[in-house]
């Protein structure tokens, strides 16, 4: 949960006298002249230096994105048209590969001297229907992001130190965020009963849950704190805890929704290991254990050594169609073997009938870890094509022996959470899960931000919470995210 700061870049003045270029057909040749990743890189080195502007990121391609493109964190889409505009460039109309570069942010397409640039807006919250409105990048308003990790501050410093940070680092993009933040401040300050006005609100109603989530970590304990308390937002590897008070340390992580992995609580598993005393518990923990960052290779090592420790029916169909395998590197030669090298539809419909057997492997009538373009693919009655994201035949054109390394071992991590959580040892993990997570000497924050600006602060001691096991990641990305516990009551 601690995240490293976003360095602000130098500011630069944009030509504010040029207009917008209005967007034209991009030019296409029979073979599109992308921009380089060098090409990137200068424009990456002009974007960085525009006021608002808080990270830039030039990327060679990579996953299923098809092509080099620029991620820019801090402006809106008029801003970046206007900004690419001083460069020499054109706003075009983005064409499929373009679009590749992201399912989950707006891809926008720029020409200068014949090379076709793409451009990703990393920022939550966009209106469709306001380019003027920027929204905010992931993290940007934890104390880290607000570049605030490490400091003792009384409540009184609290206030100030915040809103200097969100008048430097978010008013020069977004005036209204910027206010809206800051009158927060003050309402969290005051015991949060006070209504933003409702030029505030209305703005910030895209931003709301990204808001509660990451500035939550400022305004709850504005909330709890007298005035003469001081809180430390800790720096470095302190992921369970957001923020440490004389009275509590507090977790404002909902522990809802994706989860916390075991990287967190490695230090209360080694607690728990050493108080187990028989047989059947020690075997059941040794599968959560390969999750413990000792444990050793990378998550998608990990998810298939629980998952053979487990011996689930996913693993062990995997194990019968492809062959032996106890780590991912063993899983994508084993698929060496097969005739699908060349990334075609075809071969994909062949790869997902091959490997049936492990989707339906604990009940014939569930498809788990199936991708969702899957049942189009394999012409499954009543299904219909999909939209193209990531996941699913796009990975798998790509790269088709990654593609379907990768989707296996989804479909085992998706096996081990049903094993765990509905199969008939379910109860018992559940209460290891918590007598685990129970330890830890912290209490669970949540605020909410009410429609009208107004806050609510709920807190549970963590002795008073259940958890239970969670895994959640894209099929084409498994070991995107490490296995962990969610909060359940």
């Given at each position: 949960?601690?995240?490293?700061?976003?360095?602000?870049?130098?500011?630069?003045?944009?030509?504010?006298?040029?207009?917008?270029?209005?967007?034209?057909?991009?030019?296409?040749?029979?073979?599109?002249?992308?921009?380089?990743?060098?090409d990137?890189?200068?424009?990456k080195?002009?974007?960085?230096?525009?006021?608002g502007?808080?990270?830039?990121?030039?990327?060679?391609?990579?996953?299923?994105?098809?092509?080099?493109?620029?991620?820019?964190?801090?402006?809106?889409?008029?801003?970046?048209?206007?900004?690419?505009?001083?460069?020499?460039?054109?706003?075009?109309?983005?064409?499929?590969?373009?679009l590749?570069?992201?399912?989950?942010?707006?891809?926008?397409?720029?020409?200068?001297?014949?090379?076709?640039?793409?451009?990703?807006?990393?920022?939550?919250?966009?209106?469709?229907?306001?380019?003027?409105?920027?929204?905010?990048?992931?993290?940007?308003?934890?104390?880290?992001?607000?570049?605030?990790?490490?400091q003792?501050?009384?409540?009184?410093?609290?206030?100030?130190?915040?809103?200097?940070?969100?008048?430097?680092?978010?008013?020069?993009?977004?005036?209204?965020?910027?206010?809206?933040?800051?009158?927060?401040?003050?309402?969290?300050?005051?015991?949060?009963?006070?209504?933003?006005?409702?030029?505030?609100?209305?703005?910030?109603?895209?931003?709301?849950?990204?808001i509660?989530?990451?500035?939550?970590?400022?305004?709850?304990?504005?909330?709890?704190?007298?005035?003469?308390?001081?809180?430390?937002?800790?720096?470095?590897?302190?992921?369970?805890?957001?923020?440490?008070?004389?009275?509590?340390?507090?977790?404002?992580?909902?522990?809802?929704g994706?989860?916390?992995?075991?990287?967190?609580?490695?230090?209360?598993?080694?607690?728990?290991?050493?108080?187990?005393?028989?047989?059947?518990?020690?075997?059941?923990?040794?599968?959560?254990?390969?999750?413990?960052?000792?444990?050793?290779?990378?998550n998608?090592?990990?998810?298939?050594?629980?998952?053979?420790?487990?011996?689930?029916?996913?693993?062990?169909?995997?194990?019968?169609?492809?062959?032996?395998?106890?780590?991912?590197?063993?899983?994508?030669?084993?698929?060496?073997?097969?005739?699908?090298?060349?990334?075609?539809?075809?071969?994909?419909?062949?790869?997902?009938?091959?490997s049936?057997?492990?989707?339906?492997?604990?009940?014939?009538?569930?498809?788990?870890?199936?991708?969702?373009?899957?049942?189009?693919y394999?012409?499954?009655?009543?299904?219909?094509?999909?939209?193209?994201?990531?996941?699913?035949?796009?990975?798998?054109?790509?790269?088709?022996?990654?593609?379907?390394?990768?989707?296996?071992?989804?479909?085992?991590?998706?096996?081990?959470?049903n094993?765990?959580?509905?199969?008939?040892?379910?109860?018992?993990?559940?209460?290891?899960?918590?007598?685990?997570?129970?330890k830890?000497?912290?209490?669970?924050?949540?605020?909410?931000?009410?429609?009208?600006?107004?806050?609510?602060?709920?807190?549970?001691?963590?002795?008073?919470?259940e958890?239970?096991?969670?895994?959640?990641?894209?099929?084409?990305?498994?070991?995107?995210?490490?296995?962990?516990?969610?909060?359940i009551?």
């Amino acid at each position: 949960m601690r995240f490293n700061e976003i360095n602000q870049p130098e500011n630069e003045p944009i030509d504010q006298e040029q207009p917008e270029k209005a967007p034209v057909p991009a030019q296409q040749p029979d073979k599109p002249n992308y921009a380089s990743k060098k090409d990137g890189d200068l424009v990456k080195s002009f974007l960085e230096k525009i006021p608002g502007v808080r990270k830039v990121e030039s990327s060679n391609p990579y996953q299923t994105k098809l092509l080099p493109h620029i991620r820019v964190w801090g402006l809106s889409p008029a801003a970046l048209k206007q900004s690419m505009s001083s460069f020499g460039a054109s706003n075009t109309t983005p064409d499929s590969k373009q679009l590749t570069s992201s399912t989950s942010f707006p891809t926008y397409s720029f020409e200068k001297e014949g090379k076709i640039y793409s451009v990703v807006i990393g920022m939550k919250g966009v209106k469709s229907d306001d380019e003027s409105f920027a929204g905010i990048s992931g993290k940007e308003l934890t104390p880290a992001g607000l570049e605030m990790s490490g400091q003792i501050l009384n409540k009184e410093q609290l206030i100030k130190a915040t809103k200097q940070s969100v008048e430097r680092l978010i008013k020069p993009r977004d005036p209204l965020l910027s206010g809206a933040l800051s009158a927060l401040v003050d309402s969290a300050a005051s015991g949060g009963k006070s209504p933003l006005p409702e030029e505030y609100s209305n703005h910030i109603q895209n931003l709301i849950g990204e808001i509660s989530k990451d500035f939550g970590e400022i305004l709850a304990p504005l909330m709890i704190m007298d005035e003469n308390d001081k809180v430390e937002f800790p720096s470095g590897a302190n992921p369970l805890i957001d923020v440490k008070l004389p009275k509590m340390n507090l977790s404002v992580k909902a522990l809802t929704g994706s989860g916390t992995s075991f990287k967190a609580i490695s230090n209360l598993m080694d607690k728990y290991e050493e108080s187990i005393t028989d047989d059947d518990s020690k075997k059941r923990y040794s599968i959560l254990k390969s999750f413990h960052p000792s444990a050793g290779g990378n998550n998608k090592d990990k998810i298939i050594r629980a998952c053979a420790s487990a011996g689930i029916p996913e693993y062990n169909a995997a194990v019968e169609i492809f062959g032996n395998f106890k780590k991912w590197d063993d899983l994508e030669n084993l698929m060496k073997q097969f005739p699908w090298k060349e990334g075609s539809k075809e071969e994909y419909a062949e790869f997902l009938k091959t490997s049936l057997g492990v989707f339906t492997a604990a009940s014939p009538n569930t498809f788990v870890g199936l991708p969702a373009d899957g049942k189009f693919y394999l012409k499954m009655q009543g299904a219909k094509e999909r939209k193209e994201k990531a996941a699913g035949y796009p990975s798998f054109r790509v790269n088709p022996l990654k593609a379907a390394a990768d989707i296996i071992t989804y479909s085992l991590g998706a096996g081990l959470l049903n094993y765990i959580r509905k199969g008939p040892d379910s109860e018992v993990y559940k209460k290891m899960m918590t007598d685990i997570v129970n330890k830890a000497d912290a209490v669970l924050g949540h605020i909410t931000i009410n429609r009208d600006g107004t806050l609510n602060l709920k807190t549970r001691p963590f002795s008073e919470v259940e958890f239970e096991f969670q895994y959640h990641a894209p099929s084409h990305i498994p070991g995107n995210n490490l296995p962990g516990f969610i909060a359940i009551n």
